[in-house]
């Protein structure tokens, strides 16, 4: 309460009228609790030159040399319910978030991201996944016997999961393929978020089939497919040879165009499914064939989340269930020989904010990546 010269003297009286009140009143009344907003103040609030110079060192620190951490970002959200759906309350030392749907991206998502990147130096990319574009195309065939819907006049070539049927010759395979077209018209849609939006980069996700024991249709099928959509990612790359590119794949050694191999800042090597940790290294180093790089190699592992005591965990040496993501981070920092470990990556890392805990795993990696590293 503000005491003024004007009012001070009508205090007494208020204060009898609360008293006289207060007999009226039952004692229970008086001591119901009431909800009270409580501000805390920031360090930036506190002390905005302290702050300003944490920011410089983050920013100072994610362009040296370090053991990287990546965080794969649901945004599906369409309003942020709470901190998890929040590019500002990621960990500051993360050095790149990956919004795993550019479709769904929204304007308070563009305001975070160009935050974090200005202040913390976080960079900011998305996924385009090959096998999502595909499946999203077979979703719009028809089923056997619908001859209605859109893509119908690509069903008379396909099976009923879109795949070529054995009728499909080498020189009709590539013409009667309805997901090419498709193709084109959703990569003209995506690449150019990344300057549009102002994105760093992109990462592509991507398995190419085997096509070498493939029937001669199916295989001139499958080819004209991947070459089709290697060319359009190599063609974006050496458009934008600034933009930061990820390669997730668990068998670039297949990619016919190496030039995705080889331009790739870092590649990204799918082990979400490995049960304990010797599984998880050799997925990794079945990777390195055919001349694929071995010097920019990232692990991705599910974040764990409230109540869900599968998802996240892997068994160490010992056959315990421990935390992937914290048992990948030590495993990170041990030499391997022909082998780079340039850091981890945390897949779906909004399921570490829970309660008002903030991503307590995912800073515990950086802190061990931080603290331990040789490099």
Excluded at 236 to 251: A, G, I, Q, R
Excluded at 261 to 277: K, L, Q
Excluded at 281 to 298: C, G, K, M, Q, Y
Excluded at 315 to 322: F, H, I, L
């Amino acid at each position: 309460m503000n005491i003024t010269g004007r009012n001070k003297h009508a205090l007494p009286s208020v204060c009898a009228g609360l008293l006289a009140l207060s007999s009226l009143s039952s004692c229970s009344d008086w001591t119901r609790p009431e909800s009270v907003e409580i501000h805390a103040p920031t360090l930036e609030e506190q002390d905005p030159e302290l702050y300003a110079q944490y920011l410089q060192n983050l920013r100072e620190y994610k362009s040296s040399d370090h053991k990287m951490v990546f965080g794969w970002f649901d945004n599906s959200a369409s309003a942020p319910a709470g901190q998890s759906d929040r590019l500002a309350a990621l960990p500051d030392s993360l050095d790149a978030v990956v919004l795993m749907y550019p479709d769904q991206i929204d304007s308070w998502e563009l305001d975070e991201m160009r935050s974090i990147r200005q202040d913390k130096g976080t960079r900011v990319l998305y996924t385009i996944d090959y096998a999502t574009l595909l499946s999203d195309w077979e979703a719009t065939l028809p089923s056997d016997g619908d001859a209605s819907g859109d893509g119908s006049s690509d069903g008379d070539s396909q099976g009923g999961d879109g795949t070529a049927g054995d009728a499909l010759s080498d020189e009709d395979s590539e013409s009667a393929d309805g997901f090419l077209t498709w193709l084109g018209s959703r990569l003209d849609s995506l690449l150019p978020m990344c300057a549009e939006h102002g994105f760093d980069g992109i990462t592509v996700w991507y398995d190419p089939v085997n096509t070498s024991h493939l029937p001669d249709a199916e295989k001139a099928l499958q080819e004209a497919r991947q070459f089709a959509f290697e060319s359009r990612i190599k063609s974006w790359l050496d458009s934008n040879p600034d933009k930061l590119f990820f390669l997730e794949s668990n068998c670039p050694g297949l990619i016919s165009e190496t030039g995705l191999v080889e331009n790739a800042d870092y590649i990204v090597v799918h082990t979400e499914s490995a049960e304990n940790m010797m599984e998880l290294e050799a997925i990794v180093r079945n990777t390195l064939i055919n001349d694929v790089p071995s010097d920019r190699f990232i692990t991705l592992v599910e974040s764990t989340a409230p109540g869900d005591t599968r998802t996240g965990y892997i068994q160490d040496a010992s056959g315990e269930n421990v935390e992937a993501v914290n048992e990948v981070a030590w495993w990170t920092l041990e030499p391997e020989s022909g082998l780079t470990k340039a850091g981890m990556g945390i897949r779906n890392i909004q399921n570490g904010y829970f309660n008002d805990t903030s991503y307590v795993p995912s800073r515990r990696a950086i802190t061990i990546l931080n603290s331990y590293s040789n490099r």
